[in-house]
């Protein structure tokens, strides 16, 4: 079973930081993708970062520019340094990840979400 487990929200005023971190566990033969979404009640879920295997980077034109995600294979852990935050970031943050399993192949899995709120 193919599990996500994620760090690092909370309380930060405007223009403040923050780093979310995700670590998979459980037996991947490999993890294609990694990405962070983020759901509010008006907007539903929508993505903010993906990283691919590849290095492949992409993000939302609303957080290009302040937010930066990394990977490290080793830990098979995805981060997302959050900086200059603004009242409209506060969302509930989802860890997704596209793996690739021994017995079931390929599998998207999604983390259980961390709530990050900006307000002074």
């Known amino acids: 079973q193919i599990q996500l487990a994620e760090s690092g929200g909370g309380l930060v005023q405007p223009e403040g930081s923050l780093r979310l971190s995700c670590e998979a566990s459980?037996?991947?033969?490999?993890?294609?993708?990694m990405a962070w979404f983020r759901q509010t009640p008006a907007k539903g879920r929508e993505l903010v970062a993906i990283i691919t295997s590849g290095d492949v980077i992409t993000y939302a034109e609303a957080v290009k520019g302040r937010f930066t995600i990394s990977m490290d294979n080793a830990k098979n852990t995805v981060y997302l340094q959050m900086t200059n935050l603004k009242p409209e970031d506060t969302a509930v943050y989802y860890c997704n990840a596209r793996v690739i399993t021994l017995m079931l192949g390929n599998l998207e899995v999604w983390g259980q979400g961390t709530l990050v709120t900006v307000s002074s």
């Open positions: 459980g037996i991947m033969r490999s993890i294609n993708s």
